[in-house]
DNA sequence: AAGACACGCAACCGCAAACAA
DNA sequence: ATTGTTTGCGGTTGCGTGTCT
């Protein structure tokens, strides 16, 4: 159920549309994240409002940033949560409360924005409506609960759920997940422009796999996979065999490239 | 066929932390 | 030490689409 950019002047909020400074809000257009997504690749992130004004777009750096982060990454996973992955954010929720963006960290390919309102539009629910049939009888919504503390029938619920997640076993997190960055290895636009992705890549090390894109008019851009990431020790654990488990479980193809536009 | 309702997703808002001057 | 700016996060809202009546 994607919705359909109304992008254009409209759809930005009750923006009358005279004013060329004005701030645009709402939907991006297509040609909103060609820019964003060109300017990121070439010449990367110094601050997020440069980059809204570099790029031409009269969008905040803010609304750069989230754009960015939840759509035009190319790292991002574009199928939809699979059952495993659903066990995941479960187990994952239990143990670290809302910390969606902590949660995220944790699933490659997925935003916390992603993560985020898949519990609140479907795991939530069916938590909810669990408890109900459960026998508890409690607002079914709780409305603006969604933390993990719960009421018994609802906690009895949740216990049901989340046995899959736990008896499953998760796959236990590898020390190092595959991340993706972009470079410019081609026909750079302007000479001399660094082609390094500044605060996008700003932790990664070498590279390994690859693959291509084109991104404007001629340049061919090669998104590189990471995968000497440092992560926390305090949930990361060496085992050996648990990268290519994640990796195929998680990453089964690159996902970049031919489904950007 | 048409309207009402429910659902899912993208994006905004407000706040706090981090950082720079 | 203070102030201003930027970034990151979680909660919430708005809207397009699908389904039901």
Request: hydrophobic content about 30%.
């Amino acid at each position: 159920m994607v919705r359909k950019p109304s992008h254009g002047d409209t759809a930005g909020a009750g923006n009358g549309g005279t004013e060329a400074t004005k701030e645009r809000k709402g939907l991006w257009s297509p040609e909103e994240d060609e820019r964003l997504f060109a300017q990121i690749t070439y010449h990367g992130v110094s601050t997020w409002s440069s980059v809204a004004q570099l790029a031409g777009l009269r969008r905040s750096g803010k609304s750069c940033r989230l754009r960015w982060m939840n759509y035009l990454r190319p790292d991002l996973k574009k199928e939809p949560i699979s059952k495993r992955e659903e066990e995941i954010i479960i187990s994952l929720q239990r143990s670290l409360g809302n910390r969606w963006s902590a949660i995220a960290a944790r699933m490659p390919g997925r935003t916390d924005n992603e993560i985020k309102n898949y519990w609140n539009s479907r795991i939530r629910k069916r938590l909810n409506a669990a408890a109900k049939s459960g026998g508890g009888g409690g607002d079914g919504g709780s409305s603006s609960s969604t933390e993990p503390a719960a009421p018994a029938a609802e906690e009895k619920a949740e216990a049901e759920l989340t046995n899959a997640a736990t008896e499953a076993a998760p796959l236990p997190i590898p020390a190092r997940f595959p991340m993706f960055a972009c470079q410019v290895l081609d026909g750079a636009g302007d000479g001399g422009s660094e082609s390094t992705p500044s605060s996008t890549t700003s932790t990664q090390q070498n590279s390994g796999d690859e693959s291509e894109a084109s991104v404007g008019d001629s340049d061919t851009i090669h998104f590189l996979s990471f995968d000497d990431l440092d992560y926390p020790a305090d949930f990361l654990v060496d085992v050996p065999g648990a990268m290519d488990a994640w990796e195929s479980e998680l990453y089964p193809a690159n996902p970049m490239s031919s489904s950007l536009y």
